[in-house]
């Protein structure tokens, strides 16, 4: 099997991300994403992420009319933040004769060098990098690949049209009491509006 993982904070999953993950399947013919929502990191400052549960609760949603889209909670499931290259290692122990495929877009690529045992990831995983506007994809690329030119073949571009969507553009139109109609699926519309999750006016 031809297994793609695609991890996010997915605050809340949008259309941007279902394109992305779409497009990378067809384009490397995959046969099967499974969709990673991040544990919070406990030492991280700034903007509160929305609790777990919920977030995996919205990519459900997201992806139940698909069946080749799955989630994992694994990463939810551990205390702690948690790396990339845990969850490359641990997927490839649950699944020792697929071909790990790993989607990111072009923001992540860029950062990707900051990220713990790079060299860990690329020799489990072929990166498929997507654009994203705003961002230099190609030579986000040939810096991955002139820093670790022993691995072979170990990134590769994903075309779609760029989307310029982001959860923190969604977060602030709901926060402003915005339309968000046609950019996350109507069942996420639903269940973020009955959960309040992105309700600023509440205790203000
Ligand atoms: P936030 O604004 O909160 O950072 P986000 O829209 O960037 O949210 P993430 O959950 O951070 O979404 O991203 C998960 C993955 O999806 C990352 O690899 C990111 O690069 C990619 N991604 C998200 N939105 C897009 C998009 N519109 N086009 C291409 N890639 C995207
Ligand atoms: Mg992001």
């Not at 290259?85 to 490839?92: A, P, T």
């Not at 990831?121 to 040939?142: F, M, V, W, Y």
């Not at 670790?148 to 969604?170: A, F, K, Q």
């Amino acid at each position: 099997m031809r297994l793609g993982i695609f991890g996010g904070t997915f605050d809340p999953i949008h259309i941007g991300h279902l394109v992305v993950a779409q497009v990378a399947m067809e384009e490397a013919g995959l046969d099967r994403v499974v969709f990673v929502p991040a544990g919070v990191n406990p030492l991280k400052v700034g903007r509160q992420i929305t609790e777990g549960h919920h977030r995996l609760q919205m990519v459900k949603l997201a992806i139940a009319d698909n069946p080749k889209f799955a989630v994992s909670s694994w990463e939810l499931d551990r205390s702690g933040p948690s790396f990339t290259v845990d969850l490359m290692s641990h997927i490839r122990a649950q699944h020792p004769n697929d071909e790990l495929f790993l989607i990111i877009g072009a923001d992540n690529l860029r950062l990707l060098p900051k990220w713990k045992s790079v060299e860990g990831i690329l020799e489990q995983a072929t990166i498929l990098a997507l654009n994203r506007p705003g961002e230099d994809l190609k030579s986000s690329c040939q810096m991955v690949l002139a820093l670790y030119p022993h691995i072979n073949e170990c990134v590769r571009i994903v075309d779609m049209p760029g989307l310029d969507i982001s959860s923190t553009w969604l977060r602030d139109r709901l926060c402003k009491n915005l339309s968000v109609k046609h950019l996350l699926p109507a069942e996420v519309i639903r269940y973020s509006e009955e959960n309040k999750l992105y309700d600023y006016s509440v205790g203000q």
